[in-house]
């Protein structure tokens, strides 16, 4: 089994920074991605941005230029530095991950998402 525990939602002024975490932990071989995803109320989960183990990324349209997708291999850790945001960025963030477990089994698995609020 593999588990994903996110951390560093929050409420945040518009114009502000927020740097959101992932940890992964459970029976890992590999991650080959990471990312993140966010919902809004009354909207469809979308792409925020995506990185690969050989650091490949991509990045939701809303998003390029303001969010970077650092990650921490050695940690199996990935963050969601978010700058310049926008009340249009208030959804809640879901952390995702995929790769192979200990029996090279595919995992798929989602976190359980954690808040950010844009407001004034």
Do not use: H
Not at 9 to 21: I, M, Y
Not at 60 to 70: E, N, Q, T
Not at 81 to 95: F, G, H, I, R
């Amino acid at each position: 089994q593999v588990q994903l525990v996110e951390s560093g939602g929050g409420l945040v002024q518009p114009g502000g920074s927020l740097r959101l975490s992932c940890a992964a932990s459970g029976s890992i071989f590999s991650i080959n991605r990471m990312g993140w995803y966010r919902q809004a109320p009354g909207k469809e989960r979308e792409l925020v941005a995506t990185i690969t183990s050989g650091g490949s990324t991509n990045y939701g349209d809303s998003v390029k230029g303001r969010f970077a997708i650092p990650r921490d291999n050695a940690k199996n850790t990935v963050y969601l530095q978010m700058n310049s945001l926008k009340p249009e960025d208030t959804a809640v963030y879901y952390c995702n991950a995929a790769g192979f477990t200990t029996t090279r089994s595919m995992y798929n698995v989602w976190g359980q998402g954690t808040q950010v609020t844009v407001s004034s």
